[in-house]
């Protein structure tokens, strides 16, 4: 039986130079596309849909090993609080990822 590691993320993005939801879908979308294509993520847009310049993300990654899944989690936190469009990630609601162990 194997086994492997889950970690979630919770961040807030911020787009101040949004001046539409269309303007926000397009930054938003990017970051999600980056967090796909960089580091395997599964990306879900959970809150301010209505709301021109914030967006929440979770962000679910997985990797057989503790330390490998930290390597992404650390990535992407990394990628999204060097956006100059993110709000600090809120690192209390992804750690610890060692511990979200998955067998099956």
Known sequence: MSSGFVGILSVELHFPEAGSLKDKRQASSLAKAQLQNRFGASVAETDYHDVWQRSRLVIALAAAEASGLEQLVEGAE????????SCPCSSGESSPPATNEVTG
């Open 78 to 85: 990394r990628y999204l609080n060097g956006r100059s469009t």
